[in-house]
C-alpha cells in the first residue's frame, strides 16, 4: 500500500489485516458519504411509481451511505402548484446541480421529460465547464 497506515480509534497503527479491513471499511464508508447525490423527480406528495421508488431509496442503504438532495420538479395537487414546484426546480437547480457530484434523474416520457429537460441540459453544461 505504498507507505500507507490504518489507524484504529486510538490513533494507534492496526496491527493485523482484520484491524486493516474494518478500517477500510469505515474510510470507504466515510468517502460515500462525501459524494453529495442530486436527486431529480416528483416531489414526496405526489402519488405514483416513482414518487415510490424515491421513497425506497429512503428506506434503503444507499441513502444512508450517500449524502442525498431531492429536487421536487412536480406536484399533482393542483395548476398553480404544478407551476410553482417547476419554477422552484429550475431557480434552485443551478446553486443544486453546483454542488452535486452525481445528478440522478428520474422520469419518464413527455411532459415529464420535458419537465425536466432544463435541468439535464444544465447539469450537462455545468459538467462540461468543469473538465
Known sequence: MHGSTFL???????????????????ETMRRRAEIHVLMVGPGPNVRGGITAVIAAYRQSKIWKEYSFTWLSTYDDRGPVRKIVAALRAYLLGPYLISRADIVHVHGVFRKSFIRKLPLILMAKAMRESHL
Open 8 to 26: 484504529q480509534s486510538d490513533s494507534s497503527p492496526a496491527t493485523n489485516s482484520e484491524d486493516k479491513n474494518a478500517q477500510l471499511c469505515c
